[in-house]
């Protein structure tokens, strides 16, 4: 953000911010998880329809049901635009990401 900031040809623009071009899937991200920690991760996917019954007991859940919409359809960040103006700016990787989160 500073960098678009602090760059006078950037502005009044939109920028994606920079991301890793290699689109990952949850399922993907959850076995680089498992391949850093070497244990086996489970998951599982809750249907809307537990959302939905839960939500009318637990506002939490009422909430996070709101945002299911947005995981209906991919969210595709394209930063070419940033990388081809900033070419020496070093994007992290999903596993570094990932290896640096767990590493915590």
Same mark, same amino acid.
């Not at 299911?68 to 900033?86: G, Q």
């Given at each position: ?7 006078? =040809? ?9 991301? =890793? ?6 399922a993907q991200m959850i ?30 859940l009422k ?40 590493? =915590?």
């Amino acid at each position: 953000m500073g960098l678009i900031g602090n760059t006078p =040809d950037a502005y009044g623009q939109t920028w994606h911010l920079p991301t =890793d071009p290699e689109r990952l899937t949850y399922a993907q991200m959850i076995e680089i998880c498992s391949a850093i920690t070497g244990r086996h991760i489970r998951y599982t996917t809750v249907p809307e329809i537990a959302f939905t019954i839960g939500g009318r007991f637990n506002t939490e859940l009422k909430e996070a049901r709101e945002l299911l919409p947005r995981y209906r359809d991919d969210n595709i960040f394209d930063s070419s635009k940033f990388a081809a103006r900033f070419p020496d700016f070093t994007v992290t990787t999903y596993h570094e990401g990932i290896a640096e989160i767990l590493d =915590d």
